[in-house]
């Protein structure tokens, strides 16, 4: 069974640096051909893809985060992270980390086959 748990601060003040990292199970992030990704879902508003990094080290983004985002892993934790730096109060949200495949549409989340069950995070000063 593929078990994702995410886990990071649950309160940031605006412009400081926000880390999270996803903690695999089950299934080695370097299997072919999974996509390891991260999504996020603000207060009453829907998911957002926000990037992923790819079975071969590969990453994505997307580009209205992308100059604040950073993807990466630890192959020998068999976990990868998230970085997204000068938050904002619009970076409240509740974070999640999901397995996709490759080839399949980022934005299509019912792809998706296992997730993680979110991490709260707020931003306020």
């Known amino acids: 069974q593929v078990q994702l748990q995410e886990s990071g601060p649950g309160l940031l003040k605006p412009s400081q640096t926000l880390s999270l990292v996803c903690i695999v199970s089950g299934e080695s992030i370097t299997t072919a051909h999974y996509v390891w990704n991260w999504i996020r879902q603000p207060p009453r508003k829907g998911l957002e893809w926000m990037g992923a990094?790819?079975?071969?080290?590969?990453?994505f983004y997307q580009p209205s985060l992308e100059m604040r985002t950073s993807i990466s892993r630890d192959t020998s934790k068999n976990q990868f992270s998230l970085q997204l730096r000068s938050v904002t109060p619009d970076d409240t949200a509740v974070y999640y980390c999901a397995r996709g495949e490759v080839g399949s549409d980022f934005s299509r989340f019912e792809e998706y086959d296992y997730w993680g069950q979110g991490t709260q995070v707020t931003v306020s000063s």
């Open positions: 990094i790819a079975y071969d080290g590969s990453t």
